[in-house]
């Protein structure tokens, strides 16, 4: 039997017709989370946004994963994709700059376990797998592609949305250099002292997010040129 959320739409128990959809479940989710944090969210909670009672909502789904499920698909509807153009590299870009833009807006995204998709979050997956397509790769490639863009473009936004940068990573330079003083870090000191103008240099988080992707996309497609 189906255990998916959206496959078991047709399953409604008898009673009054549902005031309600998926959709207007998982908006609730949202406004509650962005608004309050991970913490508000409950049956109880949502029920009151949508005007009605968590025993009602029990039509709709089965408890709190539901409702992360829901909340889930609801944000990857934010997606607005172009057209694909066969350029693997300026198509993964695209996609990765729309998500990361996503994770910003909504940081409690990276918390959300990506166990039941909905018919958006599949359409993301649909779409970076026809982006990465080109690159002739087999489906576990292609797959574990997938993984490795999707989770470094949500750690990143999630250190972003905290207001980190790239260049307080670890403390930040300043910091990194007045350590090396106090122990012995041969392979560190050599990395601050070989150039001091670019040790020093702010990091750029476009850079870092760009730099971060193309190391990671030749790895999984080595044909594809930054």
């Known amino acids: 039997m189906p255990t998916s959320l959206w496959l078991r739409t047709g399953e409604r128990k008898r009673g009054p017709r549902p005031a309600h959809t998926l959709d207007d479940i998982g908006e609730a989710c949202v406004r509650l989370v962005d608004d309050e944090g991970m913490r508000a969210l409950s049956m109880r909670r949502v029920a009151e946004a949508l005007g009605t009672s968590a025993a009602s909502l029990y039509r709709y789904v089965a408890?709190?994963?539901?409702?992360?499920?829901l909340m889930a698909d609801?944000?990857?509807?934010?997606y607005d994709f172009p057209p694909l153009t066969g350029d693997v590299r300026?198509?993964?870009f695209a996609i990765a700059q729309q998500s990361r833009s996503l994770h910003r807006r909504h940081p409690w995204l990276r918390d959300v376990p990506a166990t039941d998709l909905g018919p958006n979050s599949i359409r993301y997956l649909d779409r970076l797998i026809g982006a990465l397509a080109p690159a002739g790769l087999d489906s576990t490639a292609v797959m574990m592609g997938v993984a490795l863009i999707s989770g470094w473009v949500a750690n990143f936004a999630a250190q972003e949305s905290t207001g980190e940068t790239a260049s307080?990573?670890?403390g930040g330079a300043a910091h990194?250099?007045?350590?090396?003083?106090?122990g012995d870090y041969p392979?560190?000191?050599?990395l601050f002292t070989a150039d001091a103008s670019d040790a020093a240099a702010p990091l750029d988080n476009d850079a870092a997010f760009t730099a971060?992707?193309?190391?990671m996309l030749f790895g999984i497609a080595p044909a594809v040129e930054p």
């Open 63 to 69: 408890g709190k994963d539901d409702l992360l499920a």
């Open 187 to 190: 392979h560190l000191t050599a």
């Open 176 to 182: 990194l250099s007045a350590m090396l003083a106090h």
């Open 168 to 170: 307080d990573a670890g």
């Open 74 to 78: 609801r944000v990857a509807a934010e």
């Open 212 to 215: 971060g992707l193309d190391a």
């Open 90 to 92: 300026a198509d993964v």
